[in-house]
């Protein structure tokens, strides 16, 4: 039983993709439309707009479910950004979007796409604050863009890891080396811990000669592989040491050169005996 849920929940866990760049586009009324911006504003109280958004976006258990709470908190703070900032209908459904999609492109990954995710949002700020139809559009003046910029930093970038945190799964890496010419150990099962548990008493026991004659028994016991490893291995290490000591050799035999050319060099320009000497007075 306990295999198969571990089976389950090995199919349930979503493809991890790679960090990639996304085109911006215009995001008119793309996840808020006219009705619900009014369905916004017409409810005053905090309560009403997160059952309002809860209606809209599936987000019935927020209160409960972890992902929908951030979701929910996300959602509503923007909303009242825009609220604050004094936007009309359209320019709040466009704020919103652009919000929501930065963070659908930080949680496409669990791989660090930081640069990525903000190229993106300035990308789409700057797809509706320009007019170049069909491209972009002209809805957010320059200190309007200014606002919107620090307000994304400041909020949702300043969190960014955490929402990579609750929003991705964590990333593990299992290594496993193969040796070729090599056979695999098998797993240890409760049999091998139990047998292993006995030859350990066993071997307590027994004396020094035995434990002697065990290592020979392994030695003779090798296999093909492991001895043509211990082969290759030693005579790598002989080649090695044998151009070590041709090395050594070598400066040896320079530094003795050197020595007998100083001692000539200081022999030749010495006076000789006798040469300087004074006669012997009558």
């Known amino acids: 039983m306990k295999l198969e849920t571990e089976l389950e929940e090995i199919q349930t866990i979503p493809k991890i993709i790679q960090p990639r760049e996304h085109k911006a586009k215009i995001c008119v009324w793309a996840d808020l439309t006219i009705d619900d911006i009014d369905r916004v504003n017409e409810s005053q109280h905090a309560d009403l707009i997160k059952q309002v958004l809860a209606d809209i976006f599936h987000l019935d258990d927020y209160q409960n479910n972890l992902k929908n709470g951030v979701m929910m908190d996300l959602y509503y703070y ?19 979007s652009i919000i929501k999609k930065t963070h659908e492109v930080c949680i496409e990954t669990p791989f660090g796409n930081l640069d990525h995710t903000f190229n993106y949002f300035k990308a789409l700020l700057l797809c509706h604050a320009v007019n170049r139809p069909p491209h972009s559009i002209e809805l957010f003046n320059a200190d309007e863009v200014r606002k919107i910029t620090e307000y994304a930093i ?16 964590l990333v593990k890496l299992d290594l496993a080396m193969n040796y070729i010419g090599m056979s695999m150990t098998p797993p240890p099962s409760e049999t091998d811990d139990q047998e292993d548990q006995d030859t350990t008493l066993d071997e307590q026991v027994d004396t ?10 392994e030695e003779t016991e090798e ?8 082969t290759m291995i030693q005579a790598f290490l ?34 000789r005996k006798g040469g300087s000497g004074k006669g012997k007075r009558k």
Request: proline content about 3%; charged content about 35%; hydrophobic content about 25%.
């Open 78 to 96: 923007t909303l009242q950004f825009a609220r604050d900032s004094g936007f009309n209908r359209e320019k709040t459904s466009v704020f919103f």
């Open 154 to 169: 400041n909020t949702y970038f300043r969190h960014f890891k955490m929402y990579k945190y609750v929003f991705t799964p």
């Open 208 to 217: 020094t000669a035995g434990e002697t004659d065990d290592q020979k028994t």
């Open 223 to 230: 296999s093909p592989a492991k001895k043509e490893l211990r």
């Open 238 to 271: 002989a080649e090695e040491i044998k151009k070590m000591k041709q090395n050594v050799d070598e400066q040896i035999k320079s530094t003795e050169e050197t020595l007998s050319k100083k001692i000539e060099s200081v022999e030749g320009n010495s006076p």
